[in-house]
């Protein structure tokens, strides 16, 4: 054999450490060619000033190559004699993609043994690692915690957003209902959670109800530390706990911990990556991260510092890349409200050349999409039903809908060209629903929920003349897709996207013929992007260049994660008082939302607890005050009257509503959202918070007593002065059920002598929606406390005057509705005082 090294220059045949020469060597496949400009600019930019930086983010476009430039930067230092390197995909069908890419470029890389240990030639240098995140971040990894860790020169994590909800996960203890330490833990804590809510305890017992949810007050949490620890200990085998116990066993008390009727989770306040050594000491940090999203979650998810966010890796010449046709059938004709677009789409295709894909945030919405025909994915086999989507030969006739997916699936080009994000996505996790309750709208949650959405806008266009038709349905979506303050917090890409859509709806109404098909003007429309109109392309790629705002730098959200990392981080030194001091400062200084700065003030009185029980009871206090949805206070507080006598009359306040909308058409949207939450078997919450928004819309003041003073009713409605409706909802209760139970009239009767003593000598019609009207034989309301019924018959009826009558305001000005008309139109639709406490109900019968 030749030995054509001795025979080399000087250079002695020295693997190039610069990524650009790197690449240039590669022995790539013949369809490769040279780098894009992008990639060009990105690889020298950080070759000369960033490769000995601890952490990088690199942000480009979708599609824009950015899988390479991690695979060279780690093989650039791997040729330095920086090794072992690391590249960690959110999920194992990305693993697939990258090897494969890795592949046709001709770069070296390695996966898991047969025997599931970590490869030789990974530690010896040789050759780049791709795994999973979840690979590395468990209480058991091969990888080993705190000082035995495997020591990682460099790492790579693909989709870093991805990657924070697996590394969140990993640190969660979840225990479900019938989990041996499930009741243990939660008779540890009976008499904490009843004083947070007698009536939801009382729902997680009977029925193991997942909305029935509780937080442990962080009081009892602390104190009963050792407890929890040692009924954990004891089942610490399980493998629901196994893998997080090493993590958390202690740390405890720098948890949380929230039940539900189904199951629990005990969360960090900030994950342990600390006791991760491979990432935490590895000299070299690179976070991938899509331009659209805002990477100031990765603060806290990730242990980054602010600077790192504020000086991504990016290529600024590029504005935006591939082409979306966001669209809202309902505003382009109302008549395509989401129950016709399932229908249309939901049927198998048979001339489908190109796939369609729905994502739901939840199993509830995917179960008409079955029902017309479409697969609905299971974890099992997601990946195989993405690989058909993605392979030419595959069956694409029939739509695949996933539920709550709306990160790590790629579906490039025909692998979907029409996408459907069906109804708002909701946090999945016990803990971040019980955030979302405690938080409402505000400004933290919305910008979740625009992530989540942008994240989902994001899965079908995959590089730069990728295309795809996306349709937005669910009255819930619709209205927040309408929203100018939701769409700020979107990217300026997709802040133009969604005004495109808009605008190209009004022209297809416009250009509509009266007697056009509301299905036909749809489908044209979507043919436009579909059969590539050029006319279409022209306007979409004019309108996309009127972007002049680069991506915005993080604002104040930064900030706040900043500061409740180092907290935590005080905290964990046991400088609990400058942890509390800092949270004060949050309070005080950077959020404005009352309900939000109640939510700082009891995270400061967390921290502040270990100091000082006194002081943090006070804060604790002042917390709730500002938002009663937060912790009851351990000494518990005075319940008052949340609704004085209306200080505007009903059709006042109607007129007022209604003149708070630029259009009839946002207007009905708003209707839409409220009456579709009012859906038999869907989510109680929801039902509950769409009952108090109906009898704001329709003129009263209302209140939700149990969800605020964790007693009362679900609803209390003041239709005038001293005269209520009182509701206690039971939309989860089977439309087939034959009899109201003893618990449900025990609520119904403990909830009226509620309203006895806050409200009394008020008159009061008391409701128990429920689909049938016949109270067992072992059950019965106090005779004082008259009930009447609502079933699902009057609950209909009820919504479809509802909607008549707002429909009477369609295509006039908002401003400028009269009172008479007002008044006409609730009397021609029974929505008067005096039929709304007698149109809809019937009287119980005895079985």
């Given at each position: 054999?030749?030995?054509?090294?001795?025979?080399?220059?000087?250079?002695?045949g020295a693997k190039p450490v610069d990524p650009v020469e790197l690449y240039e060597g590669l022995d790539r496949a013949s369809d490769k060619g040279p780098l894009r400009p992008a990639q060009l600019a990105v690889l020298k930019e950080w070759h000369a000033e960033r490769r000995n930086q601890k952490d990088t983010i690199l942000k480009l476009h979708t599609g824009a190559g950015k899988t390479l430039l991690g695979l060279l930067m780690l093989q650039s230092k791997l040729n330095e004699g920086k090794g072992p390197a690391l590249y960690l995909c959110p999920n194992i069908f990305l693993i697939d993609q990258t090897c494969d890419d890795a592949k046709r470029f001709g770069l070296k890389v390695v996966t898991q043994d047969e025997d599931r240990e970590l490869p030789?030639?990974?530690?010896?240098?040789?050759?780049?690692?791709?795994?999973?995140?979840?690979?590395?971040?468990?209480?058991?990894?091969?990888?080993?915690?705190?000082?035995?860790?495997?020591?990682?020169?460099?790492?790579?994590?693909?989709?870093?957003?991805?990657?924070?909800?697996?590394?969140?996960?990993?640190?969660?203890?979840?225990?479900?209902?019938?989990?041996?330490?499930?009741?243990?833990?939660?008779?540890?804590?009976?008499?904490?959670?009843?004083?947070?809510?007698?009536?939801?305890?009382?729902?997680?017992?009977?029925?193991?109800?997942?909305?029935?949810?509780?937080?442990?007050?962080?009081?009892?949490?602390?104190?009963?530390?050792?407890?929890?620890?040692?009924?954990?200990?004891?089942?610490?085998?399980?493998?629901?706990?196994?893998?997080?116990?090493?993590?958390?066993?202690?740390?405890?008390?720098?948890?949380?911990?929230?039940?539900?009727?189904?199951?629990?989770?005990?969360?960090?306040?900030?994950?342990?990556?600390?006791?991760?050594?491979?990432?935490?000491?590895?000299?070299?940090?690179?976070?991938?991260?899509?331009?659209?999203?805002?990477?100031?979650?990765?603060?806290?998810?990730?242990?980054?510092?602010?600077?790192?966010?504020?000086?991504?890796?990016?290529?600024?010449?590029?504005?935006?890349?591939?082409?979306?046709?966001?669209?809202?059938?309902?505003?382009?004709?109302?008549?395509?409200?989401?129950?016709?677009?399932?229908?249309?789409?939901?049927?198998?295709?048979?001339?489908?050349?190109?796939?369609?894909?729905?994502?739901?945030?939840?199993?509830?919405?995917?179960?008409?999409?079955?029902?017309?025909?479409?697969?609905?994915?299971?974890?099992?086999?997601?990946?195989?039903?993405?690989?058909?989507?993605?392979?030419?030969?595959?069956?694409?006739?029939?739509?695949?809908?996933?539920?709550?997916?709306?990160?790590?699936?790629?579906?490039?080009?025909?692998?979907?060209?029409?996408?459907?994000?069906?109804?708002?996505?909701?946090?999945?996790?016990?803990?971040?629903?019980?955030?979302?309750?405690?938080?409402?709208?505000?400004?933290?949650?919305?910008?979740?929920?625009?992530?989540?959405?942008?994240?989902?806008?994001?899965?079908?266009?995959?590089?730069?003349?990728?295309?795809?038709?996306?349709?937005?349905?669910?009255?819930?979506?619709?209205?927040?897709?309408?929203?100018?303050?939701?769409?700020?917090?979107?990217?300026?890409?997709?802040?133009?996207?969604?005004?495109?859509?808009?605008?190209?709806?009004?022209?297809?109404?416009?250009?509509?013929?009266?007697?056009?098909?509301?299905?036909?003007?749809?489908?044209?429309?979507?043919?436009?992007?579909?059969?590539?109109?050029?006319?279409?392309?022209?306007?979409?790629?004019?309108?996309?260049?009127?972007?002049?705002?680069?991506?915005?730098?993080?604002?104040?959200?930064?900030?706040?994660?900043?500061?409740?990392?180092?907290?935590?981080?005080?905290?964990?030194?046991?400088?609990?008082?400058?942890?509390?001091?800092?949270?004060?400062?949050?309070?005080?200084?950077?959020?404005?939302?009352?309900?939000?700065?109640?939510?700082?003030?009891?995270?400061?009185?967390?921290?502040?607890?270990?100091?000082?029980?006194?002081?943090?009871?006070?804060?604790?206090?002042?917390?709730?005050?500002?938002?009663?949805?937060?912790?009851?206070?351990?000494?518990?507080?005075?319940?008052?009257?949340?609704?004085?006598?209306?200080?505007?009359?009903?059709?006042?306040?109607?007129?007022?509503?209604?003149?708070?909308?630029?259009?009839?058409?946002?207007?009905?949207?708003?209707?839409?959202?409220?009456?579709?939450?009012?859906?038999?078997?869907?989510?109680?919450?929801?039902?509950?918070?769409?009952?108090?928004?109906?009898?704001?819309?329709?003129?009263?003041?209302?209140?939700?007593?149990?969800?605020?003073?964790?007693?009362?009713?679900?609803?209390?409605?003041?239709?005038?002065?001293?005269?209520?409706?009182?509701?206690?909802?039971?939309?989860?209760?089977?439309?087939?059920?034959?009899?109201?139970?003893?618990?449900?009239?025990?609520?119904?009767?403990?909830?009226?002598?509620?309203?006895?003593?806050?409200?009394?000598?008020?008159?009061?019609?008391?409701?128990?929606?429920?689909?049938?009207?016949?109270?067992?034989?072992?059950?019965?309301?106090?005779?004082?406390?008259?009930?009447?019924?609502?079933?699902?018959?009057?609950?209909?009826?009820?919504?479809?005057?509802?909607?008549?009558?707002?429909?009477?305001?369609?295509?006039?000005?908002?401003?400028?509705?009269?009172?008479?008309?007002?008044?006409?139109?609730?009397?021609?639709h029974n929505l008067t005082i005096e039929k709304l406490v007698s149109a809809y109900f019937e009287r119980p019968t005895t079985a």
């Amino acid at each position: 054999m030749v030995d054509f090294r001795k025979r080399l220059g000087k250079s002695g045949g020295a693997k190039p450490v610069d990524p650009v020469e790197l690449y240039e060597g590669l022995d790539r496949a013949s369809d490769k060619g040279p780098l894009r400009p992008a990639q060009l600019a990105v690889l020298k930019e950080w070759h000369a000033e960033r490769r000995n930086q601890k952490d990088t983010i690199l942000k480009l476009h979708t599609g824009a190559g950015k899988t390479l430039l991690g695979l060279l930067m780690l093989q650039s230092k791997l040729n330095e004699g920086k090794g072992p390197a690391l590249y960690l995909c959110p999920n194992i069908f990305l693993i697939d993609q990258t090897c494969d890419d890795a592949k046709r470029f001709g770069l070296k890389v390695v996966t898991q043994d047969e025997d599931r240990e970590l490869p030789a030639e990974f530690f010896e240098s040789k050759a780049i690692f791709v795994t999973t995140v979840q690979k590395l971040f468990n209480g058991l990894t091969k990888f080993k915690l705190g000082a035995r860790s495997v020591s990682v020169a460099s790492i790579v994590l693909d989709d870093a957003h991805a990657c924070i909800d697996s590394i969140r996960e990993a640190c969660t203890i979840k225990l479900g209902y019938q989990h041996g330490a499930y009741p243990e833990l939660r008779d540890l804590f009976d008499a904490d959670l009843r004083g947070q809510g007698a009536g939801t305890l009382a729902e997680m017992k009977e029925n193991n109800k997942w909305e029935a949810i509780l937080p442990v007050p962080y009081w009892a949490w602390i104190d009963k530390a050792d407890d929890v620890a040692a009924i954990l200990a004891r089942h610490s085998e399980t493998k629901e706990v196994k893998f997080a116990w090493q993590l958390l066993k202690d740390l405890l008390r720098d948890c949380q911990c929230v039940f539900s009727g189904a199951e629990l989770e005990i969360h960090p306040h900030v994950p342990p990556l600390e006791e991760f050594g491979s990432y935490a000491k590895a000299e070299c940090r690179i976070f991938m991260s899509a331009t659209v999203t805002d990477d100031s979650f990765l603060v806290k998810g990730l242990g980054l510092d602010a600077a790192v966010i504020n000086s991504p890796l990016a290529y600024e010449h590029e504005k935006w890349t591939g082409e979306k046709m966001i669209l809202i059938p309902s505003l382009v004709d109302p008549r395509l409200e989401r129950s016709v677009i399932v229908k249309m789409f939901g049927k198998p295709g048979p001339k489908r050349s190109a796939g369609v894909v729905a994502l739901c945030p939840g199993e509830d919405q995917t179960k008409d999409w079955k029902a017309y025909g479409a697969v609905v994915c299971e974890s099992k086999d997601i990946y195989d039903r993405i690989a058909n989507l993605r392979d030419d030969g595959g069956d694409r006739t029939k739509t695949v809908v996933l539920s709550n997916r709306y990160d790590g699936i790629d579906l490039p080009d025909a692998a979907c060209r029409i996408l459907i994000i069906d109804s708002k996505p909701f946090a999945e996790s016990v803990l971040d629903r019980h955030m979302e309750r405690c938080l409402g709208n505000s400004e933290a949650i919305a910008t979740k929920t625009a992530r989540r959405i942008e994240q989902g806008l994001g899965r079908a266009v995959r590089g730069e003349k990728d295309y795809c038709a996306i349709l937005i349905i669910g009255p819930d979506l619709v209205a927040q897709m309408k929203t100018p303050a939701l769409r700020g917090y979107f990217s300026p890409q997709t802040r133009m996207q969604v005004v495109i859509g808009l605008e190209s709806a009004g022209f297809a109404r416009e250009d509509a013929k009266p007697e056009d098909p509301a299905e036909k003007i749809l489908m044209t429309l979507l043919g436009q992007s579909l059969k590539r109109d050029d006319g279409w392309k022209s306007y979409y790629v004019e309108r996309m260049n009127d972007i002049t705002a680069p991506t915005a730098p993080p604002g104040k959200r930064l900030e706040i994660y900043q500061q409740e990392l180092m907290a935590e981080r005080k905290s964990r030194r046991n400088d609990h008082a400058g942890a509390a001091a800092v949270m004060q400062g949050v309070a005080d200084k950077l959020v404005t939302d009352p309900m939000e700065k109640g939510w700082y003030m009891q995270e400061c009185a967390r921290y502040l607890y270990r100091a000082s029980k006194v002081e943090s009871a006070k804060l604790q206090q002042v917390a709730h005050d500002r938002n009663h949805y937060l912790l009851w206070p351990r000494e518990g507080v005075a319940v008052t009257k949340k609704m004085a006598p209306l200080a505007q009359a009903r059709i006042e306040r109607i007129r007022s509503w209604l003149g708070g909308f630029d259009t009839s058409q946002d207007m009905l949207i708003s209707v839409d959202d409220v009456l579709g939450s009012l859906v038999w078997g869907g989510d109680s919450d929801r039902f509950e918070a769409g009952m108090d928004k109906l009898g704001s819309i329709l003129g009263f003041a209302t209140e939700r007593p149990d969800k605020e003073w964790k007693e009362g009713p679900d609803n209390l409605w003041c239709l005038r002065d001293n005269e209520h409706l009182l509701f206690e909802d039971k939309n989860k209760v089977s439309l087939t059920r034959a009899e109201i139970t003893k618990y449900e009239t025990e609520q119904m009767n403990t909830s009226s002598a509620w309203f006895a003593k806050v409200y009394p000598d008020a008159k009061v019609t008391r409701v128990m929606v429920i689909p049938t009207k016949k109270v067992s034989g072992a059950a019965a309301f106090h005779p004082e406390f008259d009930a009447v019924i609502m079933r699902k018959r009057g609950l209909d009826e009820l919504i479809k005057n509802v909607r008549a009558f707002f429909t009477e305001f369609r295509d006039v000005d908002m401003k400028s509705v009269g009172e008479k008309r007002v008044q006409d139109a609730l009397t021609a639709h029974n929505l008067t005082i005096e039929k709304l406490v007698s149109a809809y109900f019937e009287r119980p019968t005895t079985a």
